[in-house]
C-alpha cells in the first residue's frame, strides 16, 4: 500500500478518533491522535493478520501498551474490519464492549487488557519468548507503547529480559510526543537520551519520524532484521497531530472537542462525510 493510501486511512482514523471523543465525552484524543501512524502502518501495511480469522495461532500479536488511547486501537480495527464501525458508537458506554481501555478476551484484535502503564511490553516479552520455546506457528510480538510508560521499572526489567534471552522477534513502538498528563516527559523524569536507554538495554534501536507510515510499515516487515536482537523504535511524534489547534497542546490530553471543533479538524484532515478525499 503506498504512503498516500496509508496517509489517507490515517486520516480517517483520526476523524473517526475525534468523532468518538466528542460523543462519549472522553478524555485521551491528543494521545490517540499522535499513535494513529504507527498503529495505520501496523494494521494496514505489515503485519501479518486477518480480520476474518483474528485467533489465527500464525498471527503476529499487536499489543497497544498505552491502553489509554484505546480510541485510536477500536477506530484501527473497524477500519480493518475486525468488527463493524457501528459499534464505534457505543464507546465509553456503560454495559459496552469498548472499554476507555482495551479490555481481554471480548473484542476481535485486542491481544491484551492494557491503560495499567508499564504491562504491554512484559506481557508481549512473554509471548515473544514462549513462541521461541514452542518453535511452533512463528510470529512477531509488536508492542506499541507512550514516552510516559518508560517512567516504569516494569519496563526496563521487560528490556532487560528480552535483551538478555536475544527476543528478535519482539519490537517496541515508544510514541515518542514528549508529553505526560500534566507536563513534559523530559520534566517528569529524565527520558533522554532515549534511543540510547534502550541500545543500553541490548536492543537494536532507531530513532524515526513517527509520522512516516511508510518508513515505520518498512521497519516493522523487516523484522527480525538480522541482528539477533529485539528491536526499539523511537517514534518523534507530535500530540494532536493532524489538527492544526490541538498539535503539541497538552490541554487536548483531557478536553472534549465542541461541535464546531469536530467540524474544524475533520476539514483539516480532508474528510468529507468520515472518508479522506
Known sequence: MSR???????AEIRGRIITMCAASKSA?????????DILTAAYFSAANIDPNNPKDPARDRIILSKGHAAMALYATLAKR?????????????????????????????VEAATGSLGHGLPIGAG???????????????IVIMSDGECNEGSVWEAAMFAGGNGLDNLMVFVDYNKWQA???????????PLREKWEAFGWDAHQVDGHNPDALA?????????????????????KGK??????????????????EEVEEAHKQLGLIEGVAQ
Not at 498516500?4 to 490515517?10: E, F, N, P, S
Not at 485521551?28 to 494513529?36: E, K, N
Request: aromatic share 6%.
Open 4 to 10: 498516500t493510501d496509508l496517509q489517507k486511512i490515517a
Open 28 to 36: 485521551h484524543l491528543a494521545s490517540s491522535l499522535s499513535v494513529t
Open 81 to 109: 474490519g475486525y468488527f463493524d464501525a457501528a459499534l464505534l458508537d457505543t464507546y465509553n458506554q456503560d454495559g459496552a464492549l469498548l472499554a476507555e481501555h482495551p479490555p481481554a478476551n471480548l473484542l476481535a484484535g
Open 127 to 141: 509471548i515473544a519468548l514462549a513462541n521461541k520455546i514452542k518453535k511452533s506457528d512463528p510470529h512477531r510480538t
Open 182 to 192: 500534566t507536563a513534559r516527559s523530559n520534566e517528569t523524569l529524565a527520558l533522554s
Open 218 to 238: 518498512d521497519l516493522m516487515t523487516n523484522m527480525p532484521n538480522g541482528s539477533g536482537k529485539p528491536v526499539a523504535i523511537i517514534c518523534d511524534t507530535v
Open 242 to 259: 493532524g489538527v492544526d489547534f490541538m498539535e503539541d497542546d497538552n490541554n487536548w490530553h483531557y478536553r472534549v472537542p465542541k461541535h
